[in-house]
């Protein structure tokens, strides 16, 4: 089955400062590349996702992109701020028909004001 | 909005109870999902369900149960819980055509 590895486990910045969180996974018939935020004391939600058939999406502050090549995907917010603090997971999944995602660890990001 | 809800936030059990964990959403989902979240192993796939009367087993079926009598329910039931089956409980949702999945708040249960 397919194997998401997430780094790093957690990551301390300064408000303002880029932050970037990384995922390689295993199985190249993968398609589908989510991450999803949690904030404490909630469920994680979509924030942005990615097919691969695409190299890179952007939505406001946060970026995604995919390397299928190297299997790889990132994460990057720019211009950080403290309510950006929270539990980063990334996914991926494969078109099986079920919409079943593999989870990768989770990254704590701690936003200093 | 696409609510998921859950039956409790909190729960503690004795070893051996069987234990029943509610899961409701509102946005007649085809698919849904239990998860368990444990510090250092992220987000693991209990069972999930694609239809009423459907299930199918994730990463970890063992020692669980579920079941999908309507399309808005999904229970997870511990049969005779343990001490090792402490953790937060998440519960999802899906439509058929997408792969976005929306989470409940959680149940954290404690076995002792």
């Known amino acids: 089955g397919e194997n998401v590895e997430q780094h790093p486990s957690t990551l301390s910045v300064q408000e303002g400062d880029s932050a970037v969180i990384k995922c390689t996974y295993s199985?190249?018939?993968?398609?589908?590349f989510p991450w999803y935020k949690q904030e404490l004391g909630k469920g994680p939600q979509l924030i942005i996702d990615?097919?691969?058939?695409?190299g890179e999406k952007k939505d406001q502050r946060i970026a995604v992109t995919l390397n299928k090549t190297a299997k790889h995907f990132s994460l990057h917010i720019t211009e950080t701020q403290p309510e950006d603090s929270a539990v980063y997971f990334c996914?991926?999944?494969?078109?099986?028909?079920?919409?079943?995602?593999?989870f990768g660890k989770g990254t704590m990001l701690l936003v200093s004001p | 909005d696409v609510k998921v809800t859950q039956s409790s936030r909190y729960l503690v059990k004795r070893t051996g109870e069987k234990v029943f964990l509610e899961c409701v959403q509102d946005?007649?989902?085809?698919?849904m999902f239990w998860y368990r979240q444990d510090p250092g192993l992220g987000l693991r796939l209990i069972y999930f369900?694609?239809?009423?009367?459907?299930?199918e087993k994730g990463d970890i079926p063992e020692g669980y149960s579920v079941s999908r009598e309507k399309k808005e329910r999904f229970s997870l039931i511990l049969e005779s819980a343990s001490t090792n089956q402490t953790s937060m409980y998440l519960c999802?949702?899906?439509?058929?055509?997408?792969?976005?999945?929306?989470f409940g708040p959680g149940t954290r249960l404690t076995v002792t």
């Open positions: 999802a949702s899906s439509p058929g055509t997408s792969y976005e999945q929306y």
């Open positions: 199985d190249s018939a993968s398609n589908y």
């Open positions: 990615i097919r691969s058939n695409v």
């Open positions: 996914a991926a999944s494969m078109d099986s028909g079920y919409s079943t995602l593999t």
């Open positions: 946005m007649d989902h085809e698919n």
């Open positions: 369900s694609y239809d009423v009367k459907m299930k």
